[in-house]
């Protein structure tokens, strides 16, 4: 060490070694400083990839289908055949265990039901002159009556494909009850049209009398012909059973079942323009297949415990009477 040296004026003045010892102690002192934040900067990435991969976690978490796979369990075949089975024989036996609720609805659909059976010819002349007089309705009608045939299953193969191939719970459960209740339906309007032999509006003969309206089957009668099978109509009847179930099945999206019933009405409106089938023939088949399809959709629920949640809801679909001025009135109400 170098002695320090006095000036005149009694301060301590530093030598050079004094001073460049106090340099190299401070720059010693800021590399410390310095590779301490290196360190602290170099920690932070860790911090980070954990706060990014938080909100990754939550998000797949909170998008995993399960509610929905199990509210619509998908029907194997066992099940299929053992709901359609089950679904014959509630219908069978319907008239021996109805409620008192039941009755009203058949007493209104029954008196519904003769009042448009008195009204036939009537309704049959008037829609007949839309026929005659617009050639939109002449054209377009025989296409929109092909939706409760040919076009209702193609419209029931979409939707089968597209359930089973984006695995669609829904969409496959909606495809299998709708061919179940096509096929319920089915079987009960054909037994319906050989019982009664009605005669279709396009092949009366007024000059034949009463009797030919519900002609009586003779022993050389050919077991199916197609001028006595009216009542009920197998378009309408179903349009309605496809649309029921649709309807049911989508309740959840308000614009589905206002699609379906308007389609399967337009159903039955045609086969009156068309002159195919008399006003009640197309009530009656509308409310064979409303009840068939919903029949179906609420054994299904019945089968799997699933809870209805519309079930304290009022039927979209009821049959009324009113006393209005010493009159009867009957009465049809849908509800969208």
Same mark, same amino acid.
């Given at each position: =060490? ?20 106090? *340099? ?17 900067? @170099? ?5 980070? /990839?954990?706060? &990014? #991969?938080?909100? #990754? @976690?939550?998000?797949?978490? &909170? ?18 055949? &053992? ?106 309007? &054909? ?11 396009? $092949? ?17 009668? /050919?077991?199916?012909?197609? #001028? ?20 049911? =099945? ?12 308007? $389609? ?13 089938? *008399?006003?009640?023939?197309?009530? =009656?088949? $509308? ?7 919903? @029949?179906?959709?609420?054994?299904? *629920? ?35």
């Amino acid at each position: =060490m170098f002695p320090a040296s006095q000036s005149e004026s009694g301060k301590w003045n530093l030598t050079a070694n004094d001073r460049l010892l106090r *340099w190299s102690r401070t720059a010693a002192l800021l590399l410390l400083l310095f590779q301490f934040s290196s360190a602290s900067a @170099q920690e932070e990435p860790d911090t980070t /990839i954990v706060i &990014h #991969e938080l909100p #990754e @976690q939550v998000i797949t978490l &909170h998008e995993t289908p399960t509610v929905e796979k199990k509210a619509y369990p998908t029907l194997s075949f066992s099940n299929y055949r &053992h709901l359609l089975k089950d679904n014959f024989k509630r219908q069978i036996t319907f008239p021996f265990r109805t409620t008192r609720k039941d009755r009203d609805i058949l007493l209104g659909l029954g008196l519904t039901a003769t009042v448009a059976f008195l009204t036939d010819k009537e309704t049959n002349r008037q829609l007949g002159d839309l026929r005659r007089h617009s050639s939109f309705v002449r054209v377009n009608s025989p296409i929109i009556g092909k939706l409760g045939a040919s076009y209702s299953f193609v419209v029931l193969g979409l939707t089968g494909a597209y359930g089973f191939i984006f695995k669609d719970p829904k969409a496959q459960t909606t495809f299998l009850l709708a061919t179940q209740a096509a096929l319920s339906t089915g079987v009960w309007t &054909h037994t319906f049209k050989f019982i009664t032999s009605r005669t279709r509006p396009n $092949a009366y003969n007024r000059f034949e009398g009463p009797g030919y309206f519900f002609k009586p089957r003779k022993s050389d009668d /050919i077991f199916w012909n197609n #001028e006595f099978n009216s009542f009920p109509s197998g378009h309408t009847s179903n349009a309605f059973a496809i649309a029921t179930v649709f309807a049911k =099945m989508y309740r959840d999206v308000p614009a589905i079942p206002i699609i379906a019933y308007s $389609a399967a009405s337009l159903v039955g409106v045609t086969r009156i323009i068309d002159n195919r089938h *008399w006003g009640s023939d197309v009530l =009656m088949g $509308a409310a064979l297949g409303y009840f068939c399809g919903s @029949q179906v959709v609420n054994n299904y *629920w019945r089968m799997f415990g699933l809870k209805n949640k519309n079930n304290n809801q009022e039927p979209p679909l009821s049959f009324n009477v009113n006393y209005l001025n010493n009159q009867t009135v009957l009465g049809l109400t849908y509800k969208f």
